[in-house]
């Protein structure tokens, strides 16, 4: 119980690490059952309506619910400890932002379990008409709109604690050019998250107000203009895939150097890229919106374009810093080298969506589903499990086993590489997302096939990464305060760290006081 | 501070021109609309720190020569350690959300359970 209402940092960001990790399951098996319905042509598992809901609530709980909030946690976690702080700045409003998104998550899960033809079934997006009353009856879509009511109001006030801590509570020495370069991107983060989610709001209340007051807003027949909502979404929507990306651009540029034994290369370019995409992230939005006819698709294209070359810039930063490294293959760098592979292909084939010519061909097939899966679970999860691997030791002061985290990156890869992979092509062969059934002989069969053997096997593997956690906190063997040889300031206190952190702060003279500490000799 | 105001400043003009950009690209209201209140975030945090000598000025973790153990001395205050009113807090905003869904019967529910946990707050931070 104790846990529960404790406002220290550390252990609100275990509590957002674990509900995350609890979506993420969660999201997970609604997605296998999709799977499995897609497996062979003809329907097996679920009704028509029922596939609808799961696609509905497997798209809210893993962006909303699980990626972003996970991303929430190690930021609690980490924050204080790489700024050399001894509390996040309003402790209150931390937990009061962890129990709206615990809210959230309950009114999400309620609108998918909702009385038959009740249910959310209307997509992740819920665009007008879909979402009116009249074609997406009873509480199901309402509860939706309120849980996503709530995930904004949470976002919006870690938006607050995290850049006030960030910009009042820092260490003496620690400057804004010697800040760690997660904590760097979770201000981009909090920073888009203040900007992009309230109009998202907007959108969502205009929404219950019209399904349950008689709002005519999006009501085309009365005037209205359904696009206004896609606009209001999707100034969320597009740079919400960056608050779901940076922080995992942050978590693996923190593994790469400490495992490739160098300094972070290229660390003023690295920062100014993320600034660079924090400020075009929010005008690429309409690129969702190419095929509705209503928006300028050059000016977006031109802008989504443009916030490729930033992006690309942070690949030369992994390189450099790996280039004549020593590398250690431990798990941690295997899963950041793993995100680099396959953002890569994310990242690429976004650029290819850039193009209105394509995305016209390409919008609403697989190929998008792929691509985009591509971004946010071969990026931002693997991203994910990276930083399980890394942090793992200095959150719980023990060591998780380095040949199972082998055995689960190797199926994870695997087992995305099949699953995501085959999509392009079912995109490409024009199969539509959102169905539940396709007919034999159309070139869909083989590609849903081998697409299913890969869910199954990451299945599998996110099972074996739960058998580990636990045979290691059961195991207990201790990790040291710095098992890595890392470079920022969480490295320099113990593993698990105090109640308020450090028990004396090292002296902030560059990017790495871990280290100097420890190597005064090379110490600038 | 001054990088974070300075970033604050670039975000403002960048969202203002973008705004002002696009609307003359598309004539297209929501977009515009959009970009332009985004502009203003960014300039309300910048104008606070720029009309703030205490925070645009040099601090501590300003200085690169800083020394932790020397200059440290700010107290922070106390941190609270535990508190139950978010929970309360939550469910009336949930409660009071809901009567949307269920009627408005459950309004003066939720609004009993905000009052409570909004003078819960202010009665736990007075100590």
Known sequence: ?524 | MRVATRYFVLLFLFASVAGIVYWFITYEAVGTILLLAFACTPAIIAVFAIRHGSMSGRRPEDDAEADPATEAGEVLGPFPAETVWPIFLVLGTIVTGASLVYGLILVPVGAALLVWAVLGFTRESRG
């Not at chain 1, 009353?133 to 995290?162: Q, T």
């Not at chain 1, 399904?211 to 209205?224: E, F, I, S, W």
């Not at chain 1, 924090?278 to 690429?284: A, E, I, K, Q, Y």
């Not at chain 1, 069969?445 to 053997?453: A, E, G, K, L, R």
Request: some cysteine; hydrophobic content about 50%.
């Open chain 1, 1 to 524: 119980m104790h846990r529960l209402v404790s406002t220290d940092h550390k252990n609100i960001g275990i509590l957002y690490c674990v509900s995350a990790f609890v979506f993420f399951l969660v999201g997970g098996s609604l997605a296998e059952v999709m799977r499995t319905e897609l497996m062979e042509p003809s329907r097996q598992v679920v009704s028509n309506e029922t596939y609808n809901t799961l696609f509905t609530i497997h798209g809210t709980v893993m962006i909303f619910l699980f990626v972003a909030p996970f991303a929430t946690g190690l930021a609690n976690y980490f924050i204080p400890l790489q700024i050399g702080a001894p509390d996040m700045a309003f402790p209150r409003l931390n937990l009061t932002s962890f129990y709206f998104y615990i809210g959230a998550g309950v009114l999400v899960l309620l609108a998918g379990v909702a009385a038959a033809g009740q249910a959310a079934a209307m997509g992740w997006t819920a665009y007008p008409p879909l979402s009116e009353i009249r074609l997406s009856p009873g509480v199901g879509p309402d509860l939706w709109i309120l849980g996503l009511v709530l995930v904004v109001i949470s976002n919006v006030l870690n938006g607050v604690n995290i850049l006030t801590t960030v910009f009042l509570m820092r260490a003496p020495g620690m400057t804004m050019w010697r800040l760690p370069v997660f904590t760097w991107n979770m201000v981009v983060v909090a920073i888009l998250g203040l900007v992009a989610f309230p109009p998202a709001a907007a959108a969502l209340t205009l929404l219950l107000i019209g399904r349950r007051l008689g709002g005519l807003v999006y009501d085309a027949a009365a005037g209205g203009d359904p696009t206004i909502y896609q606009h209001l979404f999707w100034f969320l929507g597009h740079p919400e895939v960056y608050i779901l990306i940076l922080p995992f651009f942050g978590v693996i540029t923190e593994i790469i150097p400490v495992f490739s034994r160098k300094p972070l290369f290229g660390y003023t370019g690295f920062l100014l890229a993320t600034l660079t995409i924090g400020m075009l992230s929010t005008g690429v939005w309409a690129h969702h919106m190419f095929t509705t006819g209503v928006i300028d698709n050059p000016f977006f294209a031109a802008m989504t374009l443009l916030i490729a070359v930033p992006t690309g810039v942070k690949f030369f930063n992994w390189i450099g810093s790996m280039w004549g490294g020593k590398i250690w293959l431990a798990v941690p760098m295997l899963f950041s080298i793993g995100f680099m592979l396959n953002f890569l292909i994310g990242g690429v084939t976004g650029v290819m969506l850039a193009s209105p010519a394509l995305d016209y061909q390409a919008h609403d097939t697989y190929f998008v589903v792929a691509h985009f899966h591509y971004t946010m679970l071969g990026g931002s999860v693997f991203g994910i499990f990276a930083a399980i691997y890394f942090w793992f030791p200095k959150m719980t002061g023990v060591m998780l086993s380095e040949k199972l985290g082998r055995v689960v990156f190797a199926m994870l890869l695997v087992g995305f590489n099949l699953t995501f992979w085959p999509q392009f092509v079912l995109g490409q062969r024009g199969m539509p997302r959102r169905y539940v059934d396709y007919a034999s002989g159309l070139g869909y069969d083989t590609p849903n096939f081998v697409s299913t053997i890969g869910a199954y096997l990451m299945g599998v593997a996110v099972a074996v990464f739960l058998v580990d956690v636990w045979r290691s906190l059961r195991r207990r063997t201790p990790a040291g305060d710095d098992p890595w040889g890392g470079y920022s300031l969480e490295w320099a206190t113990s593993s698990p760290p105090p109640e308020h952190n450090f028990d004396e702060l090292p002296k902030i003279r560059s990017l790495r006081p871990a280290f100097d500490r420890e190597h005064p000799e090379l110490a600038p």
